[in-house]
């Protein structure tokens, strides 16, 4: 009986170590998890970028072109950065198979950068915020540099 039961559990822990593996989408870019865990709705990394960092990116750049008046001007910039941050943390989840461990340091960096601007936001300090978002910038260009030639480089 004992020895039924731990080849039962040994075949478990297998199965589970097998459905663990990753697996690359067709782009290179892997993007699969183990099922009741963190799960990418678009397996594109372009449609990744284009939908949630590119308008986030471009609300904040309106945002941030001048300090705000009032509160609605804070939230925005709370709510943009706060996204963004918290986006690249779904980066690491698609790190391409060639260059894994710079890709996860530029995401770190980006989200790193991206807490310290909606920080920023939360104690309504606007130089702060500008420091933090040109750093912020910074750090996603660095990956654009790298993984995409150069393209994508965006301004402040
Ligand atoms: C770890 C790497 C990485 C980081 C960090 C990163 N990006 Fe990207 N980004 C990419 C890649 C790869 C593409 C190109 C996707 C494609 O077209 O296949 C891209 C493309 C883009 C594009 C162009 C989208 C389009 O439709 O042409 C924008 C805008 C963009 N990123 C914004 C950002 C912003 C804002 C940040 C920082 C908050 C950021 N990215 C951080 C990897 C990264």
């Known amino acids: 009986?004992?020895?039924?039961?731990?080849?039962?559990?040994?075949?478990?822990?297998?199965?589970?170590?097998?459905?663990?593996?990753?697996?690359?989408?067709?782009?290179g870019y892997?993007?699969?998890?183990?099922?009741?865990?963190?799960?990418?709705?678009?397996?594109?990394?372009?449609?990744?970028?284009?939908?949630?960092?590119?308008?986030a990116y471009l609300r904040l750049k309106q945002s941030m072109a001048a300090a705000p008046a009032d509160n609605k001007g804070w939230k925005a910039i709370k709510a943009d950065s706060l996204t963004l941050a918290e986006s690249c943390n779904l980066l690491f989840s698609r790190a391409p198979e060639e260059g894994r461990a710079d890709w996860n340091a530029h995401a770190?960096?980006?989200?790193?950068?991206?807490?310290?601007l909606y920080a920023a936001g939360v104690k309504k300090d606007f130089a702060a915020a500008g420091t933090a978002w040109k750093a912020m910038l910074?750090?996603?260009?660095?990956?654009?540099?790298?993984?995409?030639?150069?393209?994508?480089?965006?301004?402040?």
């Open 1 to 27: 009986m004992l020895r039924f039961v731990c080849a039962f559990a040994l075949t478990l822990a297998a199965m589970a170590l097998f459905s663990a593996a990753p697996e690359s989408s067709a782009a």
């Open 108 to 116: 770190k960096a980006s989200r790193e950068k991206g807490a310290a």
């Open 30 to 55: 892997n993007s699969s998890v183990p099922e009741n865990d963190v799960e990418p709705v678009e397996q594109s990394m372009h449609e990744f970028m284009e939908y949630v960092f590119q308008p």
């Open 138 to 156: 910074e750090s996603c260009n660095t990956c654009h540099r790298q993984f995409e030639n150069g393209k994508h480089i965006l301004q402040p």
